[in-house]
């Protein structure tokens, strides 16, 4: 396609010069300019192209970037990138030194907040607006466009309870598409819904009971619409709060049709919207459908099972136990706070509650875990997907800490399935009763075999196991990046030398075999996929310390800083952890002897 006028946009500066008429036009080549890069390159679409005309018009009508803009999760950013001097990187989008798939303050002026993590834009947006107040900077306006599914979280509540008691320059914008990643659950959807197709509902708007001015729900499609009410908006001041109703996917048809596919599709035919099938042998399942599959196996044997998950029952595979077992699974919402309070109530009553959570997205609910789970020793089963790196989605989704940031609470068991068997039987062990509470973190993406589908079998708590028997060094992993570590020693041409121990448990580390490994080796080397400050490695450590031994000890895991995106592999190479960077320090073990 020739992209006539957005070939001529560098900055919004170039889009406030095109007339109002040219508008439908713009939107059409950033539309096809959207689907051009990501049906290649990958990435989240629908959420981008359903806000096609609402970026363009509020570039057009406010001026960015003095007039601050604040995105909610950032996945819908896409064409704001592109309209505000990133065209040209687009393609880079999500790789490795690339641009971030979400909008990052270090990347752009126009990039107001960092996000990734949903349902922060109203507080982050307050905060510019009142301190903008602060500074005399009283003309500023400051725009957060948040999502139907990113509104029902208790952060957004939080930031509209405090806006709507000051007089803050702050503009709402609620991006309606009644889905998240999955269809929008809750009682405000259900009001949502009926405010657009009941009018009569109005006098009784709860946006308006919080001391909002309320205006919508509008066509987020229409430029006429959009533009009337955006110049409006931008003459008044304080609270105000505009429902634009949109369709994400808008504009190729299979991703309106099949919107939660669309959310993130992987490469498609850019012309027909066809997806692209996957090639080759029958490939190992993927981690979140073992735990998906095997939870519909255990529940239907044993009737306390309750499977929970907050706005994730695709990406998790909680979907199987909500087809099979409606009653007895529950999608909460971008909640995950309240998904980690709601399973401790549960367990309360004697209930075997499986709560599900990205490893990036327990970062949330850390006090309730503390607090409402732990602190009771209340038995909930948390299943931590997506732990370790994940990949493109980069900074803000990696699950590096958990290890970290879940060891240090007293009273809670910490598991790292090594294969798609260990995680079918961790979760058998645990739905059996324990007397604590578990958190059993796994990776994104697939497993190692097709013969995963195994007889349960109960897994000793607090036990390591070796899987390798060598002379002279120790090899410590937990969870599958041992896939690493026993390729890197097969690679290494001295397989002979190196013992390879699969700790299994992180809590309660097994202080007997630590003690044999100890006593045997003079050299031991840790090795995890997540943050080595105070995670697995540091365990180790921590114990010879007490111990007193005096050999060598080598942490090999995610270093202290943020890592950006790229391909797993590629991260695993920057972070330290691939298989080379194994071989690498084996290697030096032996030229050190
Ligand atoms: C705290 C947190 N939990 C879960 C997610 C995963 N997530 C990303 S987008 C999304 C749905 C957002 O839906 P909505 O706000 O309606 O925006 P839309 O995709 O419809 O534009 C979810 C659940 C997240 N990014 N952050
Ligand atoms: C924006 C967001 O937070 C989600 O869409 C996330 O990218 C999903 O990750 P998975 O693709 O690993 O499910
Ligand atoms: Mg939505």
Redesign the pocket.
Known sequence: MYYSLLSNIETPKDLRKLTEAELPQLAKELRQFIIDIVSVKEG?LGASLGVVELTIALHYIFNTPIDELVWD?G?QAYGHKILTGRRDQFHTNRQLGGISGFPKRSESQYDTFGV???STSISAALGMAIASQLNGAYNKKHIAVIGDASIASGMAFEGLNHAGVTNANLLIILNDNAIG?DPSVGALKEYLTEVKTNKRLARHNIIKALNFEYTGPIDGHDFGALIKELKRLKKSNGPQFLHVVTTKGKGLRQAEENQVKY??PGKFDKYTGELVPSEGDPKPPKYQDVFGYTLVELASQNEKIIGITPA?PT?SSLKYMMEAFPNRAFDVGIAEQHAVTFAAGMATQGMVPFCNI?STFLQRGYDQVIHDVVLQRLPVIFCLD?AGL?GE?GAT?HGVFDLAYLRCIPDIIIFAPRNEMELRNIMYTAQKGLALPIAIRYP?GRGITLDWKRPFEEIPIGKGEQLRFGKEFAVLSVGTIANNVSEAIEKSGFTNHFSHYDMRFVKPIDHALLSQIFRTYQTVITVEDGVVTGGFGSAVVEFAAGQGFKGKLVMMGVPDRFIDQGSVSQLQEISGISVAAIVAELKKCISDQ
């Open positions: 989240h999760v996945h990734g993590h949903s990643i959310h993130a994730m990406g990205y997506r994940v989605d989704h994104r």
